[in-house]
T-cell receptor
Framework: DAGVIQSPRHEVTEMGQEVTLRCKPISGHNSLFWYRQTMMRGLELLIYFNNNVPIDDSGMPEDRFSAKMPNASFSTLKIQPSEPRDSAVYFC?????????????FGPGTRLTVL | GDSVTQMEGPVTLSEEAFLTINCTYTATGYPSLFWYVQYPGEGLQLLLKATKADDKGSNKGFEATYRKETTSFHLEKGSVQVSDSAVYFCALSDRSNDYKLSFGAGTTVTVRA
C-alpha cells in the first residue's frame, strides 16, 4: 500500500520566491491535514480538509500561506512570498474519518529552507 | 480544550533498559489516544493507539494502556534497542474537536549500545 506521498522532499529557495508543496493522501481517505514542524514551536496544524473542503485554516500563519485540495487525491500548500522564518519541515497527513477511522497517517515531509 | 502533557526529555538509556514515557491528557469528550514515533529525518509513524478506557495498544514491544481514571497513556518498553532511538509523541483525537490531533511536545530518546 502506498502511504501519503509528498513532494518535493527537500526544497531550498530564496526569500521572496513562491514555494509549492504537494501531497497525495492515501486512497480512500477523506480528511487531509497540513502540519509544520520547527524546533521552536514543535508540530503545528496549519489547515485541514474534509471531503476536499477546507474546514479550519486558523493555523495558517499569514495570508502568504494558502492551501487547496482540488480533488480527493491531491493537495497543495503554497507560500508566496516565502521568508526565512518559513523554514521548517511540512507534513501532510490523511485519515478516513467516520466509522472510527480517526488515525492520521503522515507523509515523509518536505524540508523547506528559505535563504 | 484538548491538551496533552508528556514527559520532557531528553532521555538517554543503555540497551536492554526499561523505558517509560509519561503522558497525561485533558479532553472534553472521549478521545482516542496515540503514540507516534519519529525517527531521525523521517515523518511521524503511528506506533500504537487505544480508543477506549482500559484498552491496551501494543506494537514492536511497546505498550500503553488507556487509563481514564488517571487520564494517562504512558508508553513502556521492557528492553530497548539502539534502533528505538527516536522522538516519541503522545497525541489525542476527539470527535468533538473534529478529530484534530493534539500533540504533546515530544520526548527524545537515545539508546546507547
Amino acid at each position: 500500500d502506498a502511504g501519503v506521498i509528498q513532494s518535493p522532499r527537500h526544497e531550498v529557495t530564496e526569500m521572496g520566491q513562491e514555494v509549492t508543496l504537494r501531497c497525495k493522501p492515501i486512497s480512500g481517505h477523506n480528511s487531509l491535514f497540513w502540519y509544520r514542524q520547527t524546533m521552536m514551536r514543535g508540530l503545528e496544524l496549519l489547515i485541514y480538509f474534509n471531503n476536499n473542503v477546507p474546514i479550519d485554516d486558523s493555523g495558517m500563519p499569514e495570508d502568504r500561506f494558502s492551501a487547496k485540495m482540488p480533488n480527493a487525491s491531491f493537495s497543495t500548500l503554497k507560500i508566496q512570498p516565502s521568508e526565512p522564518r518559513d523554514s521548517a519541515v511540512y507534513f501532510c497527513a490523511s485519515s478516513a474519518v467516520g466509522g472510527g477511522g480517526d488515525t492520521q497517517y503522515f507523509g515523509p515531509g518536505t524540508r523547506l529552507t528559505v535563504l | 480544550g484538548d491538551s496533552v502533557t508528556q514527559m520532557e526529555g531528553p532521555v538517554t538509556l543503555s540497551e536492554e533498559a526499561f523505558l517509560t514515557i509519561n503522558c497525561t491528557y485533558t479532553a472534553t469528550g472521549y478521545p482516542s489516544l496515540f503514540w507516534y514515533v519519529q525517527y531521525p529525518g523521517e515523518g511521524l509513524q503511528l506506533l500504537l493507539k487505544a480508543t477506549k478506557a482500559d484498552d491496551k495498544g501494543s506494537n514492536k514491544g511497546f505498550e500503553a494502556t488507556y487509563r481514564k481514571e488517571t487520564t494517562s497513556f504512558h508508553l513502556e518498553k521492557g528492553s530497548v534497542q539502539v534502533s528505538d532511538s527516536a522522538v516519541y509523541f503522545c497525541a489525542l483525537s476527539d470527535r468533538s474537536n473534529d478529530y484534530k490531533l493534539s500533540f504533546g511536545a515530544g520526548t527524545t530518546v537515545t539508546v546507547r549500545a
